[in-house]
């Protein structure tokens, strides 16, 4: 959560998620498996007749076979994407499409397992359409025809649309069990986060408020409810350094972190322990107390491969330079107990990559922590954080491991009106680019980036249903649609 900072604010697009459910006939492994059905979702909603003209196809051509029959993307859409639905464990050995792009320039071939994580059959960087084709092996359940360059307008239209190969036969679907159980111990590979496998990750989650005022909101049930109704990978356990938080009880505080990184283990979700400093923005303040409060962390919790450790939430008012000086302090203590744990660094001004201090970006870039499998943090919040933080999210990913732990659809406050557009925009991104998120906050403080309504944590919840606030009702299926 923010107090009092000063940000850019620029005018936003709104993003616009199409899917197109695939009819799945029985066929030859030489056969088309399926075309495109005519169901079309915007945002949730069905398609208006301004969006698409006629979603319909036949077997691979277009119903009346005129020029104006084309699956397409609305106007103003930042990006875009066709989903269609295999059947899990199917085998795809050719795709052919006719496309044409008025902006896009682009596209990718993508298949996936699970619909969170995709593997690239084929990448077209340039060409305004016409006919082409993908042949090889894949293997998955999901399709999806991806734009590469996000335009102004409409920038993908999909005239025909064949899929050739086996349909699935249920064999290949996600793998069950926890999150934990999935993706076992998280490791950083490349740019990515990855499983144990060095699969790319992208865990979704929730973080919670200021341990001080709102642990009463983290009971058993709300943990249960994060693991199952929510379908949480990730908690994020936010101790502050002060307003009444570790400073003026070590002992309490390091407790409850320990505890509730207990109740999240238990339930195969991943932990954040988050040294949340704020009011004093140079990190080095309280090093000493730093140290001590993530030895005993690791010492506790280490050996689980559960735990990333985010060593300073949001500095703010020094250069990366005393940050990084700080980071490589900071490390060693928690390698020494925990050697393979993904460790999150704090960035220049409040988390934002030096956006919100007109700094940018290229410090980190042209100065590393001399460490590995870390990750940098990026903050936002949509409503208060345009274009400018979107690019640096953009850009940024492209070369630094990064790793969202906190943001929201609100202002910078935590409060205000919500720009859910803005947010989708940010969603659409870090979806595209694997960038694991958690949200800002898991409490029913009255501010309205908190997910419950006031008195939701007196009564114990429930934590789903009525008690939701729009933030929270809007982000609950956020989470649960990138569940490992």
Known sequence: MKKAMMRSSLAGLAAVLVTAAMIMPTAAAADPVGTLADTLISQGRPATASSIEDSTFGAGKAVDGSSTTRWA????????????DLGAGATVSKVDLNWEAAYAKGYKIQMSADGSTWTTLKTETAGNGGTDSWTGSGTGRYLR??????????????????????PGDGSGGPTTGTPVEKAGTLEVCGLK??????????????????????????????FDALADDWSADVVRLSTYVEDDGYVSNPTHFTNLAGDLIQETHDRGMYSIADWHILEKGDPNVNLENAKKFFKAIATRHGSKGTVLYEIANEPSGVQWSTIKSYAEKIIPVIRAIDPDAVILVGTPDWSSFGVSGDH????????????????????????????EYLTALDNTSDVLPT??????????????????????????????????????????????GAAFKVGTCDTNGPWTGSTLKPVGAWVINHVRAGAL
């Open 73 to 84: 993307s609305e106007e103003g859409s930042a990006a875009q994407w066709i989903s269609v």
């Open 403 to 448: 790793f969202v732990t906190e943001w929201g659809a609100e202002e910078y406050t935590g409060g205000g009106a919500l720009d859910l557009p803005m947010a989708e925009r940010y969603l659409d991104l870090m979806e595209e680019k694997d960038i694991s998120w958690v949200k800002w906050n898991f409490s029913d403080d009255p501010l309205s």
């Open 193 to 222: 986060l990855c499983s144990e496998d060095g699969v790319p990750v992208q865990l979704r989650g929730m973080s919670t408020h200021g341990l001080q005022w709102h642990s009463d909101c983290m009971t058993d049930s709300a």
């Open 145 to 166: 025809i991806y734009n590469t360059v996000r335009g102004t307008a409409w920038g993908y239209s999909l005239w025909e649309l064949k899929v050739y190969g086996t």
């Open 360 to 387: 940018g970006p290229a410090p980190i870039i042209a100065n590393p922590v001399n460490a590995t499998n870390i990750m940098y943090v990026f903050h936002f919040y949509a409503t208060s954080h345009r274009d």
